[in-house]
């Protein structure tokens, strides 16, 4: 067996504790969730919101669309953060991502994101080790965006993930999980003029991670991805020449369907006959019924929803400080915290820091609480021509 701290790590990732018996708390999970954690500084900075804000090298991950609006022809960035540093030491999140401006209205992208989980400890049951395994996840995507108009872009992205939480004992038959997704987003940017200084007004929608389910028992159970939909809009207004004040806003939603177990009578089989009806559907059908499948009907829908937001001030596209704050229902993880970050730029290169601070009582021990995360973005469109 493995020991209770690899457990407890597993457990944030594995989807068993929905069937829990609860009448109100009914969290919608699912595996390889690392696909949506935020991965760099800025947006983390900002409550993880990202979908609508001004495009950056990093913008992979929270909307490729916004890729088609960048002013260099190409662009890189790495990002480190240190994982759930409050409970072990040896988990670490990375991330790096780029673009290049094949013409004027199209651009292509790339990211990868590895997750090293670090070892595993597997025991027998007096406590006597058997072994370790180093658990690992990583996806590597590609996408293309397109300006579809002066204030219009599209992008589609292609995903390959890898999941490797597993240690075959004897004949277990548990193996690493691979999978391939789809990402759909579109951008919206718009420049006014109000009061004499120049506003960008900014939408954005990125529906992610559809694909194909992930098993990690040779087939027996297959899993959803966490297939999400982010809806945002921001806002940019230049208050002078030097200093300018951003703000935005960012709905997230899981297409997953929600699990119902409020008919089940506790039993072992009970909950195994629920666990395989869940996994039945297909990724298409789960994702349409995701909008209407919660037991407690469009209320526990909307409480599906996080809502998350950030402002951001620049001086003189040098310095800039960000705030935000992420909230997510209480019967649906209760996760709610706030963040802040700082950025600076000097000539091609800038680096820009994020910590995040849980809120309430009921988070006061989380596990991502007093989160860091550094990110090194480069401009290098002067470089390659």
């Known amino acids: ?16 504790s929905m069937f829990a018996q609860d009448s109100e708390y009914n969290p919608i999970s699912s595996s390889v969730q690392m696909l949506n ?11 993880d919101a990202g979908v609508a ?7 992979q991950h929270w909307n490729p669309a916004k890729y088609a609006f960048m002013d260099s022809k190409a662009g890189a960035s790495l990002s480190v953060t240190p994982w759930l540093r409050n409970i072990i030491s040896d988990i670490n999140l990375f991330y790096a991502a780029g673009y290049y401006q094949l013409k004027q209205r199209n651009t292509v992208s790339a990211s990868i994101k590895y997750f090293s989980l670090g070892d595993l400890i597997f025991t027998d049951d007096e406590g006597n080790e058997e072994g370790s395994h180093k658990a690992t996840e990583f996806s590597i995507d590609g996408a293309y965006s397109l300006k579809l108009s002066n204030n219009l872009s599209g992008a589609v992205a292609l995903r390959y993930i890898h999941s490797d939480l597993g240690y075959q004992i004897d004949d277990d038959g548990y193996s690493a999980g691979n999978a391939f997704a789809a990402d759909i987003a579109f951008y919206y940017k718009k420049d006014l003029n109000i009061a004499g200084q120049r506003a960008d007004i900014m939408a954005g929608i990125n529906i992610s991670n559809i694909g194909t389910k992930i098993t990690y028992d040779n087939g027996v159970t297959n899993e959803y991805l966490p297939a999400n939909m982010r809806l945002g809009v921001g806002f940019v207004y230049n208050l002078d020449n030097y200093n300018k004040i951003g703000a935005t806003v960012d709905f997230n939603k899981l297409l997953v369907p929600t699990p119902d177990y409020k008919n089940l009578d506790g039993s072992e089989e009970d909950v195994y006959q629920a666990k395989m009806k869940y996994y039945d559907k297909s990724v298409i059908g789960s994702i349409f019924s995701s909008f209407g499948d919660a037991p407690g009907g469009m209320k526990e829908e909307w409480q599906e929803v996080d809502i998350c937001g950030g402002v951001e001030y620049t001086y003189n596209n040098l310095l800039s400080a960000r705030f935000g704050y992420h909230h997510n229902h209480e019967n649906k993880g209760n996760l709610k915290y706030a963040s802040a970050g700082l950025g600076i730029k000097y000539k091609l290169m800038k680096i820009d820091a994020s910590y995040v601070f849980t809120v309430g009582d009921a988070n006061n021990n989380s596990a991502l609480n007093n989160t860091i995360r550094i990110s090194l973005g480069f401009d290098l469109g002067s470089i390659i021509k």
Not at 37 to 47: K, Q
Not at 53 to 59: G, K, L, N, Y
């Open 37 to 47: 954690i935020g991965p760099e500084a800025r947006g983390t900075a900002m409550g």
């Open 53 to 59: 804000t001004t495009p950056d090298a990093v913008s």
């Open 1 to 16: 067996m493995v020991n209770r701290l690899c457990l407890t790590i597993l457990s944030f990732f594995l989807a068993n």
